[in-house]
């Protein structure tokens, strides 16, 4: 069993930045591979970031590509997302998964077992 706490939301202007966090417990931390979605009122929750176990490889969005960066620290048990450049279309709840897997990095929401409660992003133009 994974939990996952998400923190560092909030509320910023466009062009500003922010950096979230997700906690896991567990002493497994390393074994498993992580995942960033967020989910816009009335739209589908969307994949937006990936990291592999070791944080040796990351996959990302077309949409954060260049303005967001995953990573994580195995000693903390944290990963990470510093989102920079944010639009107003960046607004939505952030959540953080996870999946215990050692190759790949999962993109798609159904592959993920654990999931955080989320953490509201809210940019203003």
Known sequence: QVQLVESGGGLVQAGGSLRLSCAASGRTFSSYAMGWFRQAPGKEREFVATITWSGG???????VKGRFTISRDNAKNT????????????????????????????????????????TQVTVSS
Not at 57 to 63: E, G, K, L, P
Not at 87 to 112: I, N, Q, S
């Open 79 to 118: 990963v990470y997302l510093q989102m920079n450049s944010l639009k107003p279309e960046d607004t939505a709840v952030y959540y953080c998964a996870a999946v215990r897997r050692d190759w790949g990095l999962p993109g798609t929401e159904y592959e993920y077992d654990y999931w955080g409660q989320g």
């Open 57 to 63: 490889s990351t996959y990302y969005a077309d949409s």
